[in-house]
């Protein structure tokens, strides 16, 4: 494992002479985000001789080297009013090589960056997309200036702070100037930007303040209903609850309500970028089905962002990283989420069980887990490719769901080697414990101290108890969790809610006959996915092929459920040989046994809902 500790002291010298500049000031425009283009100047201090500046590789949260090298255009290097040339190296592509001239002190460089990912009313900045600098210096030791211009009438959401104050709802146009940070933090501090925005502060009686920036495209998009903001303010009082003290000097959470595209989350120490489609939270089912998405991106400020794993933990975005221990990073953070949103009220009890059944039983029908362990899916998680087709056997983030169901596993443990005297609220105490300071902080860990911090809890053989489920092939999926906390997984001929909400927000691939036929179909009867070994792939469907007709009717989901209850043999260009009838996973209680998933889903946190202030 890279221990970052060893490799910093040789850059030292170098990073002292840096610390001696004026920082990097990088002006980013994006005024022309809704065309889909960032634009920065960016004034980097030099001195005269070879020059390497890099841009961002490998991205923190990412897990891998997905970089915006190949977004980057436009690139223009002047100095004293003239153009210095540049040449991009041959092996490493996010490498500009320069010659400074004698005389030159600071150097300008221009660049664009294509961005897709805006609607023509918002658009966020991960500043990776713009930055660049000069390398082999650790990035928490350069210094730099961003300012930000938006397009008229925008509002921002940022925990950058400005150096005069603002109105972030109604800037006043032109440019908005940030104090300087370090590229370091400037990477973890995205910018929201959008016609349509509303802050909401959160949880006005706690320390530090919690704001919920949140953008959409359209007025009504952003003013949210009081439920929905009364599970926010308990998110914030949960967390603390359950982690203690805070790595952040202030939190916004950005959150873009956009069209149907999907959601998905960028955890960072003092915010976090998520975005959800735009009716999400308009219905209580709709608000349900995402429910773990904000507690996961917070809960990362502590379990990623503050508490990484040494080989994650790099120097600079140049350096790989390693992954074997995302099933901590993001398997704990993506058990926490779960756990805070069944806390803060955004799920119920019962449904929160019932999304541990749907991760369950898609765990257990995933075959690839007959060929590679869930270490293997985090070793090897910088090399992940998206795409419905056989993801089943490709088995690609398992570390995420099949993180979920281990720490189940390691909290009903606690719960029953101690009589539920203690639990995962204290290994999080001793884990969360290392010293750190309330600002943005990285302390590293690895495997042993894990296997010590639960120790500490209670003494157990955790090394050989994390090492099996981790390491080892297992056919099917780890269901003692389930089990310990007084369930039972099963299937019935009818959907869960939970599962009905999480399929008509299409959240995940659509698992309606995906545990009988064995596919995964898009609304329109196309096939994403065939479940190896099940009845389609006996039958030879092939993922992209779309389903015409359902025993001589026209392709419907109705005549397609209508033919498994029937128990019929399918035929579309195959005979798929299926007769079980219906089959959705869902959680049964087992009489005599200790709830503790019931209990799991409790509030820790001993307050009436505060009264939501917004500004
Ligand atoms: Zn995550």
Not at 127 to 151: D, F, K, T
Not at 239 to 265: C, I, N, Q, T
Not at 371 to 393: E, H, K, L, Q, V
Request: hydrophobic residues 40%; glycine residues 8%; charged residues 20%.
């Amino acid at each position: 494992m890279l221990n970052p500790k060893h490799s910093w002291p040789l850059l030292f010298v170098a990073t002292f002479a840096f610390a001696q500049k004026p920082p990097i000031q990088i002006v980013a425009d994006l005024s022309e985000a809704p065309r889909k283009l960032f634009h920065a100047e960016v004034d980097i201090p030099v001195n005269p001789g070879p020059l390497t500046l890099i841009t961002p590789k490998w991205i923190p949260g990412h897990h891998g080297p997905g970089g915006p090298v190949a977004d980057i255009t436009g690139v223009v290097f002047t100095a004293n009013g003239k153009t210095i040339p540049w040449r991009r190296d041959d092996v490493d592509l996010y490498e500009f090589h320069l010659t400074i001239p004698a005389g030159v002190a600071t150097l300008h460089a221009h660049l664009d960056c294509i961005s897709t990912n805006v609607t023509s009313n918002q658009a966020v900045l991960e500043w990776e997309r713009l930055l660049l600098y000069p390398a082999g210096i650790p990035v928490r030791e350069i210094p730099i200036q961003p300012s930000v211009n938006v397009p008229s009438g925008w509002g921002i959401g940022t925990s950058l702070t400005p150096i005069s104050a603002y109105d972030p709802e109604h800037p006043a146009g032109g440019t908005v100037h940030y104090s300087a940070t370090t590229v370091e933090m400037l990477e973890d501090s995205p910018i929201m930007t959008g016609a349509y925005f509303h802050e909401y502060a959160l949880a006005p009686d706690t320390t530090p303040k919690h704001y919920m920036d949140v953008f959409g495209d359209a007025p009504e998009d952003v003013e949210i209903r009081p439920t929905v903001l009364d599970h926010w303010n308990r998110l914030i009082h949960e967390a603390l609850a359950m982690y203690g003290v805070p790595h952040y000097r202030s939190y916004h959470f950005l959150l873009a309500l956009k069209g149907m595209a999907g959601g998905g989350g960028l955890e960072h120490h003092e915010s976090s970028d998520n975005s959800m489609p735009e009716r999400t939270l308009t219905t209580d089912d709709n608000e349900m089905a995402y429910s773990d998405l904000l507690p996961h991106e917070f809960t990362h400020s502590w379990n990623g962002k503050y508490r990484r794993p040494a080989g994650l933990a790099t120097p600079d975005y140049a350096t790989p990283m390693k992954g074997e221990l995302l099933w901590v990073y993001e398997g704990l953070t993506d058990y926490l989420g779960g756990v805070l949103g069944a806390r803060s009220g955004a799920i119920s009890p019962e449904h929160y069980r019932q999304q541990i059944a749907l991760d369950a039983a898609a765990m257990d029908y995933t075959t690839g887990r007959v060929w590679r362990s869930i270490a293997d899916t985090a070793i090897a998680a910088s090399a992940f490719r998206p795409g419905p087709a056989w993801a089943n056997w490709r088995r690609g983030l398992d570390y995420y769901p099949e993180g979920d169901l281990l720490w189940l596993d390691v909290d009903t443990t606690i719960r029953k080697l101690t009589n539920n005297a203690k639990n995962l609220r204290d290994f999080m105490a001793v884990y969360l414990d290392k010293g750190g300071s309330t600002t943005p902080t990285v302390v590293p860990y690895d495997f042993n101290e894990i296997v010590a911090d639960l120790n500490q809890v209670v003494t157990y053989d955790w090394a050989g108890f994390l090492s099996d489920r981790v390491n080892n092939i297992h056919p099917h999926v780890n269901l003692e969790g389930i089990e310990q906390g007084g369930y039972k997984l099963v299937y019935t001929d009818k959907p869960s809610d939970y599962q009905k909400a999480a399929s008509a927000l299409q959240r995940g691939a659509t698992k309606d006959v995906w545990f009988s036929l064995g596919v995964a179909l898009d609304n329109d009867g196309a096939i994403s996915d065939v479940r190896v070994s099940g009845p389609a792939d006996k039958a030879k469907l092939i993922p992209g092929q779309k389903i015409l007709a359902v025993n001589g009717r026209v392709y419907s989901k109705e005549a397609l459920h209508a033919a498994i209850k029937q128990n019929d043999t399918f035929v579309t260009q195959a005979d798929v040989d299926y007769h079980d009838g219906e089959r959705y996973p869902t959680l049964v209680r087992v009489e005599r046994a200790p709830d503790y998933l019931n209990e799991i889903a409790k509030p820790l946190a001993m307050t009436s809902a505060p009264a939501t202030g917004s500004q």
